[in-house]
């Protein structure tokens, strides 16, 4: 089955400085990556998805990117903010085929310093 | 996202007792699923169901049971509770076109469960 490898487990950055959080998957028929932000004690909410078609996605401050032939994708955070604190998962599917499901990343928690 | 709901939020049972867990959802969604988020561990699935009457195991089955006689609830049994299924436990659903995700997952506020 799938393996996804997220790194770092933990970040530390200074507001306004830029967070990456990278993740290596295993299944080469993975098509579908979505990125997952969980405040402490909180739900995990989709913040971020792309998909194998494309290379880069972005949404105001955050960004991911893709590379297929590599098998790694990355969540890219710009002027992180204090309300950035949380963790962060990525995660993968086959999307249409194994029947939707995801096999996530262990996280990241992130802590933006003011 | 009051669409999904699951309860109870809290639960302390003992082990060896059967405990089960509801999630409802109001949307429709075909998926369903069920995840336990220990830390070290990230969240992993436990099972899933494609529609109702149809279910299948994730990565960590064992010890555990669903059914999904409706498509609004999928309900997690724990047949016989042990320490180590303490954890807090996520159902989701996500929405589907022609069996491709469309717009991920979006989960429940979560069970903790804590097995004494």
């Known amino acids: 089955g799938e393996n996804v490898e997220q790194h770092p487990s933990t970040l530390s950055v200074q507001e306004g400085d830029s967070a990456v959080i990278k993740c290596t998957y295993s299944d080469s028929a993975s098509n579908y990556f979505p990125w997952y932000k969980q405040e402490l004690g909180k739900r995990p909410q989709l913040i971020i998805d792309i998909r194998s078609n494309v290379g880069?996605?972005?949404?105001?401050r955050i960004a991911v990117t893709l590379n297929k032939t590599a098998k790694h994708f990355s969540l890219h955070?710009?002027?992180?903010?204090?309300?950035?604190?949380?963790?962060?998962?990525?995660?993968?599917?086959?999307?249409?085929?194994a029947g939707n499901k995801l096999t996530f990343g262990g996280g990241t928690r992130v802590l933006v310093k003011p | 996202d009051a669409g999904i709901t699951q309860s109870p939020r809290y639960k302390i049972t003992e082990t060896g007792r059967q405990v089960t867990l509801m999630c409802h959802q109001t949307w429709s969604h075909s998926y369903m699923f069920w995840y336990r988020q220990d830390l070290g561990h990230g969240l992993r699935l436990i099972y899933y169901s494609a529609a109702a009457d149809i279910t299948d195991k994730g990565e960590v089955p064992d010890g555990y049971v669903v059914s999904r006689s409706k498509t609004e609830n999928f309900p997690l049994t724990l047949e016989s509770a042990t320490r180590s299924q303490t954890s807090v436990y996520f159902c989701a659903s996500s929405e589907t076109s022609k069996d491709r995700v469309v717009g991920g997952y979006t989960f429940g506020s979560g069970t903790r469960l804590t097995v004494v």
């Open chain 1, 56 to 60: 880069e996605k972005k949404d105001q």
């Open chain 1, 77 to 97: 955070i710009t002027e992180t903010q204090p309300e950035d604190s949380a963790v962060y998962f990525c995660a993968a599917s086959r999307s249409k085929a």
